[in-house]
């Protein structure tokens, strides 16, 4: 039969590539379908007159060896090809914290070092919070790569704890608070609602070492898709998946917008869980599951600008910064659409050559959906000249606004390219241009936890919303939807193995 594979994987994001890789490692014949023309999704490259950009993955963590993502990335068969280039050892995250200046640096006793430097008297607080971002790491046996008791997450106590409580019962020092969860924007952190699981397991990642990709975040893509070709797999572009096919009640496939049909009696999908979802008939699927599915909130959008800057007019960073104009570091997420921008991520892209100075700046802040619904239903790459001319306003702001922290800036800006919650939206297919997919509630996990096994007999989910985004929550997330299909202990071994 034409195009019948053994598994079929929609969307060519990283966790559909991790997925199709570990499959076809194990001798099955996989297919991935991407609807864009590039594969990726948010690890895609851009040019803007000669320099590449990442569309949203800048850095990566604990890559040292023995790390979790080593371990991970050298069973994929990629990390002696990646370029990478180590992020500053002193300081790899900078946060001007309404006007002081805090300096993450690499490695736990470091870490622990610098903090009692900016709070000396805060040793048993610092220390207690060490202690729990360890207890935290420890209790995830999938995150040290060891095989998890059970499945279920939701279970975990750290989940059901909210960060900003966790912390406010550490200490009574706002400043130290403001300093311990000032990386919160790695994780679209929201006060009301993020958890201390969250909060430890992307601080633990990052903390642990940091590094950026020298030519951007697609190389992780294609090499992926370099070993799974080699392993037999296809992946096709500009194939998008508009349906599931079924015959007596069983699923069998899928049809593409284009009428193609693809079959397999297994499907791993890397397409937003509510997206995945819309595609199944009325019927398909017990209205239970469909309405916890479809009531789960997504994480906040972002307006990503990247600059052209002239040659030699901006020091490469080794660091990225983050600008929160007051205190509070937990106000920016739900910020006054008046006074925005009062927070930016800024960072250098890592390049081969200049090593000391770069010609491209990203510069992020958030941004809800709703700035943008007017424009919401016009064609992608015609949106007209009232949404062109917000765009201008809101990169003017965010480039005077970074620019007194950064006055390389002025004057040095050739071109720009903007990305809002609409680009994010069209391009990746996540709701409302959810920065990192769906949102995990630590007051409602039951409710906002999604595993990898759906109630379609062989659907299964994969990718940032399941269990954690980035570059490790989504690779975790590829072994444990992989699991469900071979044997997770010999799949974590093989792992451990190398
Ligand atoms: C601005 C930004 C910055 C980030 N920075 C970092 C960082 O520095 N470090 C880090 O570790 N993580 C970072 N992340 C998070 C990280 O990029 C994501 O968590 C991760 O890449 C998501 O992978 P995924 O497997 O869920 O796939 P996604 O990237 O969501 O890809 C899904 C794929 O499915 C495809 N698709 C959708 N619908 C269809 C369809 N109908 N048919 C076929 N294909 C379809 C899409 O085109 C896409 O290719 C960042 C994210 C953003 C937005």
Redesign the pocket.
């Known amino acids: 039969m034409q195009n019948k594979y053994d598994i079929l994987i929609?969307?060519?994001?990283?966790?559909?590539?991790?997925c199709a890789l570990i499959l076809s490692k194990k001798g099955f014949k996989v297919c991935v379908?991407?609807?864009?023309k590039h594969?990726?999704?948010?690890?895609?490259n851009f040019e803007l007159h000669g320099c590449t950009f990442?569309?949203?993955?800048?850095?990566?963590?604990s890559l040292e060896d023995g790390q979790v993502l080593n371990k991970l990335f050298r069973f994929f068969g990629i990390l002696d090809k990646l370029h990478l280039k180590k992020m500053d050892d002193k300081v790899f995250d900078r946060f001007n914290i309404g006007g002081e200046i805090i300096d993450y640096p690499m490695g736990w006793n470091n870490f622990r070092e610098k903090m009692l430097s900016y709070f000396p008297h805060e040793k048993a607080a610092i220390d207690r919070y060490i202690q729990l971002i360890n207890e935290v790491i420890n209790s995830q046996a999938i995150y040290n790569l060891q095989e998890p008791g059970s499945y279920d997450i939701r279970e975990n106590l750290f989940l059901k704890t909210g960060i900003y409580d966790a912390i406010q019962s550490i200490t009574k020092n706002e400043d130290l608070q403001n300093v311990l969860c000032a990386l919160n924007f790695?994780y679209a952190g929201d006060k009301h609602t993020s958890s201390l699981y969250t909060h430890a397991l992307v601080n633990n990642?990052y903390i642990s070492s940091a590094y950026r990709l020298i030519g951007g975040?697609s190389q992780v893509a294609d090499l992926l898709a370099q070993n799974i070709r080699e392993n037999g797999g296809d992946i096709l572009t500009e194939?998008?998946?508009?349906e599931f096919l079924f015959e007596n009640d069983q699923m069998v496939g899928v049809k593409?917008s284009g009428g193609q049909k693809f079959w397999s009696d297994k499907i791993i999908s890397?397409?937003?869980p509510t997206?995945t979802l819309e595609?199944l008939e009325e019927g398909r699927i017990r209205k239970s599951f469909l309405n916890r599915i479809s009531s789960i909130k997504n994480t906040i959008s972002?307006f990503?600008l990247h600059l052209k800057l002239k040659p030699g007019s901006f020091p490469y960073l080794g660091y990225n910064y983050h600008y929160y104009k007051h205190k509070d570091v937990w106000a920016v997420s739900t910020y006054d659409e008046e006074k925005w921008p009062e927070f930016y991520y800024l960072y250098t892209p890592a390049q081969e050559t200049k090593a000391n100075m770069v010609d491209g700046v990203s510069l992020?802040a958030y941004m809800q959906f709703d700035e943008v619904s007017q424009w919401a239903d016009l064609p992608m790459n015609d949106r007209g000249t009232e949404y062109e001319t917000w765009k201008e306003q809101k990169a003017k702001k965010l480039i005077a606004l970074a620019s007194e922290q950064f006055p390389e800036l002025n004057d040095n800006v050739v071109d720009w390219i903007a990305?809002t919650p609409l680009t994010?939206r069209d391009?990746?297919?996540?709701p409302r241009g959810a920065?990192?997919?769906t949102l995990r509630d630590y007051k409602n996990p039951m409710a906002s936890y999604i595993f990898p096994r759906t109630k379609i007999p062989n659907l299964y989910f994969?990718?940032?919303?399941i269990n954690l985004?980035?570059?490790?929550?989504?690779s975790i997330?590829a072994l444990l939807t992989c699991g469900e299909i071979v044997d997770l202990h010999e799949l974590i071994k093989e792992v451990n193995n190398g």
């Open positions: 929609l969307g060519a994001g990283l966790g559909g590539l991790e379908l991407e609807k864009n594969i990726g999704g948010t690890l895609q990442s569309s949203g993955m800048h850095y990566l963590g790695v990642y975040s194939t998008e998946v508009k593409t890397n397409i937003h997206a595609k972002v990503g992020y990305a994010y391009y990746i297919g996540t920065m990192y997919g994969t990718g940032q919303n985004h980035g570059m490790l929550g989504v997330s």
